[in-house]
């Protein structure tokens, strides 16, 4: 079953900025890493970063580092993922997933999914 569900994505010019929401329908994030992923079309899967369950930012792939981060509002039990100067190739489906450890850059090593949400940087 889906247990996570992310939105916010959608058409942004390159330059600008995005910020995409992680929610959790049965779980409580605080207690869990939220590893950020991303997949391009006929590309892999690759890590963009993770939030540990104290809130340290792990960068998974150097391209996002000064323009993306993360941060955890857990009243509302979501977790953000704010992306700054994004150009097109930061077009893909992002995704958010959860990990009741520290942070890890492999997919496999996360339990739960989300769907997914568009981002598509275009002009």
């Known amino acids: 079953q889906v247990q996570l569900v992310e939105s916010g994505g959608g058409l942004v010019q390159p330059g600008g900025s995005l910020r995409l929401s992680c929610a959790a329908s049965?779980?409580?994030?605080?207690?869990?890493?939220i590893g950020w992923f991303r997949q391009a079309p006929g590309k892999e899967r690759e890590g963009v970063l993770c939030?540990?369950?104290?809130?340290?930012?792990?960068y998974l792939v150097d391209s996002v580092k000064g323009r993306f981060t993360s941060s955890r509002d857990n009243a509302k039990n979501t977790v953000y993922l704010q992306m700054n100067r994004l150009n097109p190739e930061d077009t893909a489906v992002y995704y958010c997933?959860?990990?009741?450890?520290?942070?890890?850059?492999?997919?496999?090593?996360?339990?739960?999914w989300g769907q997914g949400t568009q981002v598509t940087v275009s002009s």
């Open positions: 997933a959860m990990r009741p450890h520290f942070c890890t850059a492999l997919p496999a090593d996360f339990g739960s």
């Open positions: 049965t779980f409580t994030l605080e207690n869990y890493a």
């Open positions: 939030i540990s369950r104290s809130g340290t930012i792990e």
